[in-house]
């Protein structure tokens, strides 16, 4: 009986060892793997500049096109505003008139002050040219109001020649009294009447 016991006290002793060192050599299999090779360590290092290269790439990129989008955001606000401009310059001298004295078609000294800014325009602008439209008041004949008018426009045509204006960029027609600024029959609306008008034209 005592010797049974020694027998399975002997036989529990060696499970209990080998069950021991089994688990030792796991834990330390586990713990001591081998380190990545120089061949995964290099292709995990290329994996993270590719990486890293696109990133930058893909920045570069987005940064290239805000770039190129806001340069023509800008350039169509300028071009806009520009254009805008032009418009508004040319409204203005169109809108800017001439008057004369009751048969007259002599220039007044306002009126040489017009036709020198006038002349200035046009000169900066030669992509332009003009018609200078002569008109009468109702008093006269048909003819002779057509006659005057003509004068009127081409004492203007003259002012802006003798500025420097191209002869070839200027014409002349006249309404008589066929076109009134203003329909009623006192001096007041006849003043606005005997006028010269502008308008521009592209060349």
């Known amino acids: ?47 993270r500049a590719e990486a890293e290269e696109k990133a930058r790439a893909e920045a570069e990129e987005r940064a290239r096109l805000e770039a190129a989008e806001r340069e023509r955001a800008e350039a169509e606000a300028k071009a806009r505003a520009e254009a805008e401009a032009k418009a508004r310059e040319m409204r203005n001298f169109e809108s800017e008139l001439i008057c004369f004295d009751f048969d007259k078609s002599e220039l007044k000294p306002s009126a040489q002050e017009t036709l020198t800014k006038k002349a200035s325009w046009l000169k900066a602008n030669l992509d332009y040219s003009v018609r200078i439209a002569g008109h009468c008041d109702e008093r006269g004949t048909n003819e002779y109001n057509l006659a005057l008018g003509e004068r009127r426009a081409n004492s203007a045509a003259k002012y802006l020649i003798a500025l420097g204006v191209g002869e070839d960029r200027i014409s002349t027609v006249s309404y008589g009294e066929e076109r009134p600024a203003d329909p009623g029959h006192n001096e007041e609306a006849w003043a606005k009447n005997r006028r010269d008008e502008f308008s521009l034209m592209e060349r």
């Open 1 to 47: 009986m005592k010797r049974s016991m020694t027998v399975l006290l002997i036989l529990g002793f060696i499970l209990s060892s080998f069950l021991f060192t089994a688990s030792c050599a796991k834990k330390q299999v586990r713990e001591e793997a081998p380190p990545p090779s120089a061949i995964e360590r290099e292709a995990e290092e290329k994996a």
